[in-house]
């Protein structure tokens, strides 16, 4: 099986794709949120970076290495991993078939774990100076089952205990000799040489490196290549077999070593001076010689014969030398000055080998053909381009062996794809994993398969699902195993595992048994969970699904300890275990509101009062709104109960608010909570409309009751006896509402010593009983007193010389045939005050609060009234009822004036009041 070494670093190191060395401080960004702890890092890559010397680079890794959530070994891997990639699948081809082999600067093993994976027969050592990465790669070794000796030392000092089979130089020694200068490639062998000290630490293998050992290096993603510098300076020092392998920036030299070792320091003085003497002339026929040079595979004595020959063939000749050197930056730029049609083809092939291949494309599109290396160039013109689907075409066209380039495409192919899948386009994910499949059903990788299952799956495609997955299980995915039990369930994802029968998941238990064998596939988990809970095999269920909440990431966590919260029922686990098991689901998948409510009662029954409070915590944050009506009774008295009265009448208030048409029971329950809390506003609230639901409701005597002992607690309160007095009139009963107005006349007058009020309250009297000789004391008494304060004050005396029936008609307006709506108040007020109203000239509708019980028909009538209205007053007593509120925004919508008559001294004297101070508004709508 292909070792998957994407999976893999995924998997062990969180590595997902590259990142390129300049978008590291944004990549940094994502990791550590804060300027101040990112600061110290960025000051070591950057010393690592310019400053050459072994500190640079270990302050840098050190970092990396830090303890803490912001741990960076993800970041540095994700730096080198194309190359990771490309060691990963050339190295192990070209190791001994035995023996010993040693990684150099292994940091925390990626790369010789991944090598050891593939190569397990060999005897595998990592040579590394940081102790704290050698700690972390020990502990990925003992997790992966592999034995690794590590050796924490630096590549310059190291003292082995005997030679090696093999040594791995891979993007390990132009570390420490990094500059902000560094061209991308060398011209100069020496210039190279000294760059990164290579003569003097190449010495090294001569201890390190076991006569007839293989050395392989890698110079890796930093500036400053030379391969064919690096190839001479091996052949010099004795090595043989040197072979290169791979082209363009991912090249890896390889070679094996001699019985001796020459002087590396001399050779590297030798070709210092070489690069330094003068050449000599070349001969008159330079072209022919450069021709014969190349015949020859002498490319440097070609470009040496070229020196000042200037012409089409002369840079023709030249760009074949530099190709061959594998220096493609000047073979294109020779190449560029040359017209012929071989020159083109060549001039194609250097723009690709630089990854400018978009550039080529017109050319290599007419002349590609059938010939294989064209269509390959083609191919990979195309995937430089972006455009991974011609690529892809093109590579179908080849067939054979699989091209280098195909895994690159692939792989860019599929993160497209997966930034589509995250997207949610599920269908153009499935049309592009067809057209891949159309192609070649070799083109499906395993990441492809992936992609195609879940769409396929998110379309309910089960048979392509089915298909994919197939592939995917015969290739040892989990994903496999998992896809093929959700397409013959025919479910898309966790949140479906709740409702299949028994039946069914027994019919691909195999399948589960499987995935959670290789690995701890939530779903797999959680499935097989499921499954042990409807065979009745509690424990084995309990077992799967804490595995499967552990594994598992977002929803399916929920899930898991939902159902895991069932089986704990099963077992008789106690109540704390059950309710946190349901506590950690809602966190993760909210419960409704009715399921929160119920445990939160099961708590409390328990004595489980904190887990109580989280639930009812739960219940407010998902919203009381949702809760079913039906339930509101029993979370206030749960509430009352953990946390008090208040608290619950306060719940309880909010609920009634968004409750149309709430009935007197649900009323009264508010009222009796809010009785310890009688002053508050929100409670004078709920005693007037628990009053007047019991009216609407024909319970008149049962908001008498209510009024009643009201006043008896609370016998000064003025709004109180007003409520009291205009109950006694609403049931006729004028007697006792004389009585109580009396009270409230004097408890306006001796205990608010409010005069203005108090000659309101006479008027409502004498409008009860104008003959009542005690009224005439009480008038007396107010016209003393006004008398008094206006020779105190030195103003008009407004009672001087008032009568009885002056007190009724003082302030009333006169009208001219206005109409006005009236809305609240009840029949005995409406029918006395009605006739005084129509005889000041105005005409009237009034709908009280006893005749308004069918709420939508009246607010149709008065609706179709609104129309012709030249004003709208509401009695306060009726604010808040159903009517009220959509009465005064429609008549506000429409332009009618409305007028809300005040709290203090209603029943006639109120009514009176408010038409006083309203008229003008009614009197200049009539008029406009």
Avoid at 48 to 70: C, D, I, K, N, Q
Avoid at 202 to 207: A, D, M, P, Y
Avoid at 568 to 578: F, H, I
Avoid at 771 to 797: F, M, R, V, W
Wanted: hydrophobic content about 45%; overall charge negative; some cysteine.
């Amino acid at each position: 099986m292909d070792f998957d070494l994407k999976r893999f670093l995924r998997e062990r190191y969180q590595v997902s794709g590259l990142v390129a060395p300049g978008r590291f401080e944004s990549e940094l960004a994502k990791r550590i949120g804060t300027p101040k702890k990112r600061k110290p890092v960025l000051a070591a890559w950057q010393a690592y970076l310019g400053e050459p010397g072994r500190e640079a680079v270990r302050r840098f890794y050190e970092r990396t290495l830090e303890p803490g959530p912001h741990r960076l070994e993800a970041l540095v891997y994700a730096l080198h991993y194309p190359f990771l990639q490309f060691y990963a699948r050339v190295v192990p081809g070209l190791l001994p078939a035995s023996g010993r082999v040693l990684e150099v600067g292994a940091y925390t093993g990626a790369l010789v774990h991944a090598l050891a994976l593939q190569r397990p027969e060999l005897e595998w050592h990592a040579l590394e100076p940081l102790p704290a990465a050698v700690r972390r790669g020990e502990q990925v070794g003992r997790e992966l089952g592999l034995e690794v000796r590590w050796h924490a030392d630096w590549w310059e000092t190291f003292e082995p205990d005997a030679p090696y089979d093999a040594v791995l130089l891979l993007s390990v020694l132009p570390e420490g000799h990094l500059r902000t200068d560094l061209p991308p490639e060398f011209e100069d062998d020496a210039a190279f040489y000294r760059s990164f000290e290579l003569c003097e630490r190449l010495e090294r293998l001569g201890r390190v490196l076991a006569p007839g050992g293989r050395v392989l290096y890698g110079h890796g993603p930093f500036l400053g290549k030379h391969p064919a510098a690096f190839e001479r300076l091996l052949e010099a020092m004795g090595f043989e077999e040197v072979e290169r392998h791979g082209s363009g920036d991912y090249v890896l030299i390889g070679a094996r070593r001699g019985p001796t070792l020459r002087d590396a320091r001399s050779l590297g003085a030798r070709a210092a001076a070489v690069a330094d003497a003068p050449t000599e002339e070349p001969p008159a026929d330079r072209a022919e010689q450069a021709r014969a040079a190349l015949a020859a595979g002498d490319a440097r004595a070609a470009l040496a014969g070229l020196e000042g020959v200037e012409g089409d063939e002369a840079a023709e000749l030249r760009g074949r030398a530099w190709a061959a050197l594998g220096r493609w930056r000047e073979a294109e730029a020779a190449l560029a000055q040359a017209a012929g049609e071989e020159a083109r083809d060549l001039r194609a092939r250097a723009l690709v080998e630089l990854g400018r291949g978009a550039e080529a494309l017109e050319w290599l599109e007419r002349r590609a053909g059938r010939d294989p290396e064209r269509l390959r160039l083609l191919a990979r013109a195309y995937a430089q381009a972006g455009r991974e689907a011609d690529a892809l075409r093109v590579y179908a066209r080849l067939g054979g062996e699989r091209p280098p380039g195909l895994e690159a495409v692939l792989e860019r192919f599929s993160e497209k794809l997966f930034r589509e899948l995250r997207a949610g386009r599920l269908a153009e994910v499935s049309r592009r994993v067809e057209f891949a499949e159309d192609l070649s059903p070799d083109f499906l990788t395993r990441e492809l398969l992936y992609l195609g299952l879940h769409a396929a799956l998110g379309q309910r495609l089960w048979a392509r699902a089915e298909r994919y997955a197939r592939r995917l299980y015969d290739l040892g995915e989990v994903s496999g195993a998992v896809g093929l039990a959700l397409a013959h369930l025919r479910i898309r994802d966790v949140d479906e595992v709740e409702s299949i029968e028994r039946a069914d998941l027994e019919a691909v238990e195999p399948y589960l048994t499987d995935a959670v064998a290789r690995s701890e596939e939530p779903l797999a988990l959680l499935a097989l969970g499921r499954l042990r809970y409807e065979q009745g095999r509690y424990e084995e269920a309990r077992r799967l699904l804490e595995q499967a909440a552990r594994a598992a990431r977002g929803a399916p966590v929920g899930a898991a300890y939902r159902l895991l919260a069932e089986v704990l029922e099963r077992l008789e686990a106690p109540l704390p275990q059950v309710l946190g098991a349901h506590k950690r689901a809602h966190a993760f998948h909210p419960y409704p509101p009715g399921r929160l409510l119920e445990l939160a009662e099961r708590a409390a029954a328990a004595g489980e009062e904190v887990l109580a409070r989280e639930f009812l915590g739960a219940l407010r944050e998902t919203g009381l709104a949702e809760l079913p009506r039906a339930r509101t009774g029993d979370l206030v008295r749960l509430i009352e109960a953990l946390e008090g009265a208040w608290e619950a009448f306060r719940v309880l208030w909010d609920a009634l608010a968004r409750t149309p048409g709430a009935g007197p029971e649900a009323l009264e329950q508010a009222y009796r909570l809010s009785r310890p809390f009688a002053a508050e506003e929100e409670a004078e609230r709920a005693l007037a409309a628990y009053v007047g639901a019991l009216n609407q409701h024909g319970r008149a005597q049962e908001a008498l009751a209510v009024l009643e002992a009201e006043v008896e607690r609370r016998p000064h309160v003025l709004g109180l006896l007003f409520d009291l007095a205009e109950q006694y009139e609403r049931l006729a009963r004028f007697t006792e509402a004389q009585v109580v107005w009396k009270r409230a006349l004097e408890a306006a007058y001796y205990q608010e010593k409010d005069l203005e009020l108090a000659r309101e309250v006479l008027r409502n009297l004498l409008f009860l009983n104008p003959h009542d000789p005690e009224l005439e004391l009480y008038l007396g008494e107010l016209k003393a007193t006004s008398a008094k304060l206006a020779e105190l004050e030195g103003t008009p005396d407004a009672l001087a010389g008032q009568t009885p029936k002056g007190v009724m008609t003082a302030d009333l307006p006169r009208f001219s045939g206005e109409y006005l709506i009236v809305l609240g108040g009840h029949t005995q007020l409406r029918s006395r005050l009605k006739p005084r109203l129509e005889e000041l000239g105005l005409k009237v509708d009034w709908f009280d609060s006893d005749s308004t019980t069918a709420a939508r028909e009246s607010l149709r009538r008065i609706q179709s009234r609104l129309g012709r209205a030249h004003g709208v007053m509401i009695v306060s007593s009726y604010v808040g009822h159903d009517l009220s509120e959509p009465v005064r925004a429609e008549a506000l919508a429409r332009g009618v004036p409305v007028y809300i008559t005040p709290g203090r001294a209603r029943g006639v004297t109120g009514l009176v009041r408010a038409l006083a101070e309203f008229a003008p508004e009614i009197i200049k709508k009539a008029i406009g």
